[in-house]
Nanobody, 121 residues
């Protein structure tokens, strides 16, 4: 059974940084996609960043970003672990949202419970 757990959220001032982590378990695929989504109050959930992960080693490929976070956010693999990080720099109040980790699986989407990020002075 695939499980995803996010961590690293919190309160930060505008211009600050946070690092989110998503730990995955139960993934047995050779390659799989791990994404970060976010959902702000009253808004639809949106894709923030994604990366392809090789399940048998340390390889990764095809990292992509929403235009709103390009140059500020970086998605990366955590070594040989089935986990990804999202380094968020130059945070803005509009980045405030619940951030979710997501893995597309055959026939369904796996989601973590989310972690709150609040950017406020």
């Amino acid at each position: 059974q695939v499980q995803l757990v996010e961590s690293g959220g919190g309160l930060v001032q505008p211009g600050g940084s946070l690092r989110l982590s998503c730990a995955a378990s139960g993934l047995t695929y050779r390659w799989y996609r791990m994404n970060w989504y976010r959902q702000a109050p009253g808004k639809e959930r949106e894709l923030v960043a994604g990366i392809d992960i090789h399940g048998g080693g340390t390889s990764y490929r095809d990292s992509t970003y929403a235009d709103s976070v390009k140059g500020r956010f970086t998605i990366s693999r955590d070594g040989a672990e089935s986990s990804v990080n999202l380094q968020m720099n130059s945070l803005k109040p509009e980045d405030t949202a619940v951030y979710y980790c997501n893995v597309p699986l055959p026939g369904r989407l796996a989601w973590g419970p989310g972690t709150q990020v609040t950017v406020s002075s």
